[in-house]
């Protein structure tokens, strides 16, 4: 065998170790040239004085560059933007930009240049699939107190569902790293082997040297999602399941020892599980993925509850279900639809509030933004029926999930008026008879009415009120104009 000198080892070593360097940091210069620095210049609306300008303030986060010409980010970096400016690296002029498309419940936006020729010699960032446990990645981003781009280098440390703090309902599959996930990081590429493995998001303040990034399946739900110019968001199966790890529970649904899964204990109206399955069914099987009896399946190595698989798969897809009904297997084909059990819990963004007014009384619909003008505490301090309407009863009674109320939030006050302080944050039943779900019943309960008096009923103890319609009609347009409210309604 030829041998080559020592000497000449150690030259061909070096120059293989300059090679390696000199890639490298070509591979980081590449990926730096493609991570933008995001400013957010937004407008806050309040539903306790949903008819005047918002709260104005400024955030800032990251974002890189992917394919169409297209950036993105995290929607929580955009929600609310009155002005975007997107800075490139090593050039300090900003770029107007603006939303294409954004999930709210995903944390996830993508963005456009108003001169997109900016980005013609900007490479995009290629995508992989999740990264392994116990495997490096690297954040890029610009975290605040800083102008320059960041890396840190962190290590998968865990993959599972989390929740999403932007949307603060529901969960999603995360991944954690021991790299730290400070604020202006958000919206940053993770990158693995030159290519992007999900975008930062969130920390944990309670935990140093922690954060968690959204990995591909739900990234590339959400590309594929909005192909077509709109986002439709995830599907929901629609149904309560209960764990069946007790065998004397196994043995009285009718299981063999070898059959394990889950019994279905209720299914929500109007979704697809309601269209197929039914309550005492065992669901073996997800697209194939056995069902534990605790609910969960292998997915890629990974101990994931059943549903989360229904987040890989798009509104209108159809999921095939192993079941066992009345001891006898068989196949079912279940919808997935665009069906959101959850919606009167979540935080909203991009959205203006709506409101009606009538005699200094401000309704609103009752939903979380509401809740929270109680107090920063509202889940200990708001009325509990309020609680329990918005928030529980959905989840216990089924076929409330999808039921409106309208509340009393604040009593413009006026001597027309001033008895009806003792009902704010009470749910409107009806007014005048009419029955009331939306501010637009209500508005034509009041504007509808001919009797001398309106009555309002309210749903908690059968409490009234009764205004003279006159007064109140006379009054209306006086407390519109001493509150310098422009419009008496936005529904």
């Known amino acids: 065998m030829m041998t080559l000198p020592h000497r000449k080892l150690r030259f061909t070593a070096a120059l293989t170790l300059l090679l390696m360097v000199h890639l490298s940091a070509q591979a980081q210069v590449a990926i730096e040239d493609s991570v933008v620095k995001i400013v957010n210049q937004y407008n806050k609306f309040s539903w306790y004085t949903p008819w005047a300008s918002g709260a104005t303030g400024k955030g800032t986060g990251s974002g890189f560059v992917i394919d169409g010409k297209r950036i993105m980010t995290n929607a929580h970096v955009v929600s609310d933007s009155a002005l975007l400016l997107v800075y490139f690296y090593n050039d300090p002029t900003p770029y107007p930009a603006r939303v294409m498309m954004i999930g709210h419940d995903c944390d996830l936006a993508v963005l456009e240049l108003t001169d997109p020729s900016r980005l013609d010699t900007v490479p995009a960032l290629q995508m992989k699939g999740l990264p392994a446990l116990r495997s490096r990645v ?12 960041s890396s840190t280098v962190g290590v998968v440390s865990r993959i599972e569902p989390q929740t999403y703090v932007h949307a603060g309902v529901g969960q999603f599959l995360a991944v954690q790293t021991d790299a730290a996930i400070n604020p202006g990081n958000s919206g940053g590429p993770v990158i693995q082997d030159n290519k992007v493995v999900g975008v930062a998001f969130q920390g944990n303040s309670n935990l140093e040297n922690m954060g968690f990034f959204i990995p591909m399946p739900i990234i590339e739900h959400f590309l594929t999602d909005i192909k077509d110019g709109t986002y439709d968001g995830f599907p929901a199966l629609g149904l309560f399941s209960a764990n069946l790890e007790n065998p004397a529970a196994r043995a009285y649904a009718g299981m063999k020892e070898n059959q394990t899964g889950v019994r279905v204990e209720n299914t929500m109206r109007g979704s697809g599980a309601d269209a197929v399955l039914k309550k005492g069914d065992i669901i073996t099987a997800f697209e194939g993925y056995p069902v534990a009896n605790d609910g969960s399946v292998n997915w890629n190595g990974l101990r994931l509850n059943y549903g989360f698989l229904g987040d890989f798969r798009q509104i209108g897809d159809y999921v095939e279900l192993d079941i066992i009904r009345n001891g006898e297997p068989k196949k079912v084909q279940l919808e997935l639809k665009g069906f959101n059990p959850t919606r009167n819990q979540s935080n909203l963004y991009d959205v203006l509030p709506k409101y009606y007014i009538y005699a200094g009384l401000v309704y609103a619909p ?113 407390i519109l104009e001493s509150y310098a409210i422009p419009k008496d309604r936005r529904l």
């Open 138 to 149: 690297v954040t890029y981003g610009y975290p605040t107190g800083g102008q320059l781009i």
């Open 366 to 478: 009752l939903n979380l933004e509401v809740l929270k003008t109680y107090s920063n505490n509202w889940i200990a301090d708001a009325p509990q029926e309020l609680v329990y309407e918005s928030i529980f009863r959905p989840l216990i009674e089924h076929d409330f999930f999808d039921t409106d109320w309208v509340i009393q939030i604040r009593r413009l006050d006026h001597e027309v008026n001033v008895e009806e302080s003792q009902y704010l944050y009470s749910i409107v039943e009806s007014v005048n008879g009419v029955p009331v779900h939306t501010l637009e019943d209500l508005a034509k309960a009041f504007e509808e009415n001919t009797a001398d008096q309106h009555i309002i009923q309210y749903q908690q103890g059968n409490r009234i009120t009764v205004l003279d319609r006159k007064k109140a009609d006379a009054a209306h347009p006086k």
